[in-house]
């Protein structure tokens, strides 16, 4: 059984007040919040075992090259990777999706190479192949959701050409909510030799994920939302991908040898971790995946489902929401707009005062925004913790701003 209040009471931050009000936080989706099994672990990595890590051979140092490298094997079981090699260590999706950019994509793309992507990108899965369309000529090739939000494994692998070199795409969209088919689009891109990279910062927090069924080339998370701290995260990548990759940054343990005239690198994956590490970040991150895989993401999918149910049925008698993606295949995330004059700001703003917590903006997705027509929306976003209880005060304090805007 799912015990919702014995979770909720392993997160301090639950019992504050905000505006005089019990806090609701619904912006899980940008940054989660953290269980104190992550906060102890990360005091006392600082507190009693810091050092760091790799080349001392004193008793701190390695008890923080022990707990920091044992992370490496929690990611890959995390994700289903065969193997813990596969796994590089990042600051977070951003930095993992800008290494496949220039280790991988950069040294082999050409101008008038394509790369395909969904137009639900977050903007960290956009950037990075724009810097290839300034510098290279990369031509990037967008495909559409469809009027539920849905995206169709098909239209993405329709797009793919003789000049397809890489496809790019979320698992889970950051603003409707929609779950990606990527296994069905890693099936149909390798028949055609086509490599996938794969954005789970929101697939890997919602879902069980299993790279090696997937069967894609790289696959991107970021500890934050994962109920970590900021500065964490990790992506895996496919040993042959890897073997094609030059280094990302130069620095320590990157390398093997280092002389006047020449320079030999390590082996991967830390050929592609220069310099001292986010140490406790990391350890950090590993006790959150630890938190997870004791709760079972299969439990959390189901709680989230009955969340997501939940919320979907009481949005629905708002008639005067404008919800963004309503397609089944779908996490508890949703994006919205009120009728009228109010802003997605002004919304957000009195919500605040409620004690909700949301997000508003574009949510760094504004080729999304625009396929959508909007310019900004209100976005819940649902986690580990919240409750229907609180789906029903983020419901009354929307029939406030209703009442306010209309």
């Not at 507190?47 to 890959?76: C, D, F, P």
């Not at 260590?89 to 950069?106: D, K, M, P, R």
């Amino acid at each position: 059984m799912f015990d919702i209040d014995a979770v909720r009471a392993q997160f301090p931050i639950l019992s504050r007040q905000v505006n005089g009000k019990p806090l609701i936080y619904l912006d899980n989706g940008a940054s989660a919040q953290k269980p104190q099994a992550v906060l102890d672990t990360m005091m006392r990595a600082y507190s009693e075992e810091y050092s760091n890590v790799h080349r001392g051979l004193h008793t701190l140092s390695t008890i923080s090259t022990e707990n920091y490298e044992a992370v490496r094997g929690k990611v890959a079981r995390f994700l289903g990777a065969p193997a813990e090699d596969q796994i590089v260590f990042t600051t977070g999706t951003t930095e993992a999706i800008n290494l496949v950019s220039y280790a991988w994509a950069a040294p082999r793309l050409e101008a008038g190479d394509e790369i395909v992507l969904s137009v639900m990108e977050h903007h960290a899965n956009i950037v990075p192949w724009h810097f290839l369309r300034e510098r290279l000529g990369v031509k990037l090739v967008w495909v559409e959701t469809d009027v539920m939000g849905a995206l169709d494994p098909q239209a993405v692998l329709d797009a793919v050409t003789d000049r397809t070199k890489l496809i790019a795409v979320t698992h889970l969209s950051n603003v409707l909510g929609t779950v990606v088919d990527v296994k069905a689009i890693c099936d149909g891109a390798g028949a055609r030799g086509v490599p996938v990279l794969i954005d789970g910062s929101q697939g890997a927090v919602h879902l069980p994920v299993d790279v090696a069924d997937i069967g894609c080339d790289f696959y991107a998370v970021t500890g934050h939302k994962l109920y970590g701290p900021s500065g964490s995260g990790a992506i895996f990548i496919r040993p042959e991908r890897m073997a094609e990759m030059r280094p990302f940054m130069g620095g320590g343990d990157m390398i093997r040898e280092v002389h006047r005239d020449s320079v030999t690198w390590n082996d991967p994956p830390m050929k592609f971790e220069a310099g001292t590490p986010a140490i406790v970040a990391i350890i950090g991150f590993g006790a959150a995946l630890d938190w997870m895989m004791d709760l079972g993401m299969e439990r959390i999918a189901e709680h989230e489902e009955r969340l997501r149910d939940y919320a979907r049925d009481r949005f629905a008698g708002l008639n005067w929401l404008h919800m963004q993606g309503q397609t089944p295949e779908k996490a508890a995330i949703f994006s919205f707009t009120l009728e009228g004059a109010a802003h997605a700001h002004d919304i957000s703003t009195v919500l605040d005062k409620k004690g909700v917590a949301v997000r508003a903006g574009h949510h760094c997705a504004q080729p999304l925004m625009e396929h959508l027509g909007v310019t900004a929306t209100c976005r819940a976003s649902f986690g580990v913790y919240n409750t229907e209880a609180e789906v029903d005060v983020l419901i009354d304090a929307l029939e406030l701003c209703h009442d306010l805007f209309s």
